[in-house]
């Protein structure tokens, strides 16, 4: 050290401010290296977050990570608290279970994208009658049920004048089926399945049914006139305007002696060429007991569908199971035969119309459903009719 006292160059004071200098920069170097790998790690981060998230499946089509029951399903998941869902509004927890911690919003992820229903039959005789489009408001057949009439001429005799067949007109008028069920304007918003198409499709099915229904039972009156509508009267008896049918012998049961007989004479009461196309329609309780009968040699009467899809037969003639045919009981027609496509006839317009309307019960939407058809019989010789009856 000088005289003055000030530090010469190359003393140790000197070397040691350089020596601490050049830490500082090194060390600001190193700071900046760590806070740049810092920022690349939650780069990293924040990519591999945005990746889980969209992977995640939504709670609806139309929700987001903004939505009110999605922020207290986050709470729930992450405290445990389900205050926010006992908070959110009545009409929000309407379509699920009532509290979180019983499993409430738990379940909304896993909306099943279909509603399972009941299954009913709907099997109608309108798979074997006839059907045919129009676009009037009825149908006209005519069917010719009388002969022309013929004789033997001589050459020089003179020719006799002979009958001129009848033809008969049956008018089947077409009526209006119709439905209008209704759905809440936030239910179709927020649901997570197609809640339109599902209603679509129950109605579909409904008018499936109702017109099954009626083409065995309708009056007539603003609906079909069903097959066991018109006047049924002993084979013997039988004339056009009325179905023939054939009685067991017993009232209410097939005869306990020869059961398989009514069957037989319920067969060869129907005329040949209706035979060739005749079919056997009943329901499920009235096939249990017809396929157990057997013949005389042993042999069941009943066999089933050789191929998927095909239908059981009895005697060799295929079997329409209709679950609106009556049970067996004392007076009832619960069996019929004969060639439907040309005993019966379906008449409809072509399209089934389906109207959306959102105005006029706010805040539901309306669907307005209708479909026009008619049916009646048009050859009461082609069916015939087993009656559980004495006569």
Same mark, same amino acid.
């Given at each position: 050290?000088?005289?003055?006292?000030?530090?010469?160059? /190359?003393?140790?004071?000197?070397?040691?401010?350089?020596?601490?200098?050049?830490?500082?920069?090194?060390?600001?170097?190193?700071?900046?290296?760590?806070?740049?790998?810092?920022?690349?790690?939650?780069?990293?981060?924040?990519?591999?977050?945005?990746?889980?998230?969209?992977?995640?499946? !939504?709670?609806?089509?139309?929700?987001?990570?903004?939505?009110?029951?999605?922020?207290?399903?986050?709470?729930?998941?992450?405290?445990?608290?389900?205050?926010?869902?006992?908070?959110?509004?009545?009409?929000?927890?309407?379509?699920?279970?009532?509290?979180?911690?019983?499993?409430?919003?738990?379940?909304?992820?896993?909306?099943?994208?279909?509603?399972?229903?009941?299954?009913?039959?709907?099997?109608?005789?309108?798979?074997?009658?006839?059907?045919?489009?129009?676009?009037?408001?009825?149908?006209?057949?005519?069917?010719?049920?009388?002969?022309?009439?013929?004789?033997? !001429?001589?050459?020089?005799?003179?020719?006799?004048?002979?009958?001129?067949?009848?033809?008969?007109?049956?008018?089947?008028?077409?009526?209006?089926?119709?439905?209008?069920?209704?759905?809440?304007?936030?239910?179709?918003?927020?649901?997570?399945?197609?809640?339109?198409?599902?209603?679509?499709?129950?109605?579909?099915?409904?008018?499936?049914?109702?017109?099954?229904?009626?083409?065995?039972?309708?009056?007539?009156?603003?609906?079909?006139?069903?097959?066991?509508?018109?006047?049924?009267?002993?084979?013997?008896?039988?004339?056009?305007?009325?179905?023939?049918?054939?009685?067991?012998?017993?009232?209410?049961?097939?005869?306990?002696?020869?059961?398989?007989?009514?069957?037989?004479?319920?067969?060869?009461?129907?005329?040949?060429?209706?035979?060739?196309?005749?079919?056997?329609?009943?329901?499920?309780?009235?096939? /249990?007991?017809?396929?157990?009968?057997?013949?005389?040699?042993?042999?069941?009467?009943?066999?089933?569908?050789?191929?998927? /899809?095909?239908?059981?037969?009895?005697?060799?003639?295929?079997?329409?199971?209709?679950?609106?045919?009556?049970?067996?009981?004392?007076?009832?027609?619960?069996?019929?035969?004969?060639?439907?496509?040309?005993?019966?006839?379906?008449?409809?317009?072509?399209?089934?119309?389906?109207?959306?309307?959102?105005?006029?019960?706010?805040?539901?939407?309306?669907?307005?459903?209708?479909?026009?058809?008619? /049916?009646?019989?048009?050859?009461?010789?082609?069916?015939?009719?087993?009656?559980?009856?004495?006569?």
């Amino acid at each position: 050290m000088s005289e003055t006292g000030f530090c010469a160059t /190359g003393s140790p004071a000197v070397e040691a401010k350089h020596a601490l200098s050049g830490f500082l920069s090194d060390f600001k170097i190193f700071q900046g290296k760590i806070q740049q790998k810092l920022q690349e790690q939650e780069e990293k981060l924040t990519m591999l977050d945005r990746k889980t998230i969209s992977g995640r499946p !939504a709670l609806s089509r139309t929700a987001d990570f903004d939505a009110p029951h999605q922020k207290a399903f986050a709470a729930y998941l992450r405290s445990g608290d389900d205050g926010g869902l006992r908070d959110l509004p009545a009409e929000t927890k309407g379509m699920s279970a009532a509290v979180a911690g019983d499993g409430g919003y738990l379940v909304d992820p896993q909306t099943a994208e279909t509603i399972k229903g009941v299954l009913r039959s709907s099997a109608s005789i309108r798979s074997i009658a006839q059907v045919v489009t129009v676009e009037a408001s009825s149908y006209d057949v005519l069917v010719d049920h009388s002969d022309i009439g013929s004789g033997w !001429a001589s050459e020089t005799a003179q020719q006799v004048e002979t009958d001129t067949p009848q033809i008969e007109r049956v008018t089947i008028p077409l009526h209006e089926l119709s439905a209008m069920p209704k759905a809440s304007q936030r239910l179709l918003d927020d649901s997570a399945f197609d809640i339109e198409g599902w209603l679509a499709a129950r109605i579909a099915d409904k008018f499936v049914r109702a017109e099954a229904a009626a083409f065995l039972h309708g009056d007539g009156v603003d609906k079909p006139r069903g097959l066991l509508n018109h006047p049924h009267v002993p084979e013997h008896e039988w004339k056009w305007g009325k179905l023939g049918y054939i009685a067991t012998g017993t009232d209410g049961d097939f005869d306990e002696t020869a059961p398989a007989d009514a069957i037989l004479d319920l067969v060869y009461a129907l005329a040949a060429e209706y035979r060739a196309g005749a079919t056997f329609v009943m329901n499920s309780k009235t096939a /249990g007991a017809v396929r157990k009968m057997k013949d005389a040699d042993g042999r069941f009467l009943w066999s089933d569908g050789l191929a998927a /899809g095909e239908p059981a037969r009895l005697m060799g003639y295929p079997v329409l199971i209709a679950e609106d045919m009556p049970d067996i009981a004392p007076g009832a027609v619960a069996i019929g035969f004969g060639d439907f496509s040309a005993g019966y006839t379906v008449a409809e317009r072509p399209d089934l119309r389906l109207l959306r309307d959102p105005f006029s019960a706010k805040p539901h939407v309306l669907f307005y459903a209708t479909k026009r058809v008619g /049916g009646d019989v048009s050859d009461f010789a082609a069916i015939k009719l087993l009656k559980f009856s004495v006569a």
